[in-house]
């Protein structure tokens, strides 16, 4: 069973910066893709970022301040978020897919993260 544990959330003020991490274990197979998600109450789930065998996709409103990368030897994901905004502030969740006897996917637990003067 493959476990997705987020790090780095909390609360920064208007044009700060936070790093997020998510770190995959219990796969004998590699992450086909990793990404981070966002939700605020009422609202959907939203992508924010994602990294597909080594290709980059982003939201149009995080263009530019959120970087995404991931470090393959860790299997780990990680999310630099610069010159954030309060209209940043969510849960943001770490998502994998793996491939082996079909797709799977799967969630992590979620981490705060609060933009406010």
């Known amino acids: 069973q493959v476990q997705l544990v987020e790090s780095g959330g909390g609360l920064v003020h208007p044009g700060g910066s936070l790093r997020l991490s998510c770190a995959a274990s219990?796969?004998?197979?590699?992450?086909?893709?990793m990404g981070w998600y966002r939700q605020v109450p009422g609202k959907q789930r939203e992508l924010v970022a994602r990294?597909?065998?080594?290709?980059?996709n982003y939201a149009d409103s995080v263009k530019g301040r959120l970087t995404i990368s991931e470090d393959n030897a860790k299997n780990t994901v990680y999310l630099q978020m610069n010159s954030l905004k309060p209209e940043d502030t969510a849960v943001y969740y770490c998502?994998?897919?793996?491939?082996?006897?079909?797709?799977?996917?799967?969630w992590g637990q979620g981490t705060q993260v609060t933009v406010s003067s």
């Open positions: 998502n994998g897919v793996v491939y082996y006897s079909g797709r799977h996917e799967y």
């Open positions: 990294i597909t065998l080594g290709n980059t």
């Open positions: 219990g796969s004998s197979f590699s992450m086909y893709a």
